[in-house]
């Protein structure tokens, strides 16, 4: 799995951060998200998968 970020779309909710810190951050100034490990392990593939579907700006893809 690859988690893909669209930053242009990101509103900066925040929830990727909220269900998965091991994989997602937030930009300090504008709250944007920052991906910290776009090829999760198997062990974080759950969180990961939850935390593209929680993004209410469909910011986040995986694939």
Do not use: H, N
Not at 7 to 31: M, N, S, Y
Not at 34 to 58: F, H, I, M, S
């Amino acid at each position: 799995m690859k988690i893909v970020a669209d930053t242009g779309k990101c509103v900066g909710a925040g929830q990727c951060v909220r269900v998965a810190p091991e994989l997602f951050d937030q930009g300090e100034e504008d709250g944007v998200v920052v991906v910290l490990d776009a090829e999760p392990g198997d062990e974080l593939l759950a969180v990961a998968g939850e935390a593209v579907d929680l993004c209410p700006a469909q910011a986040l893809s995986a694939g």
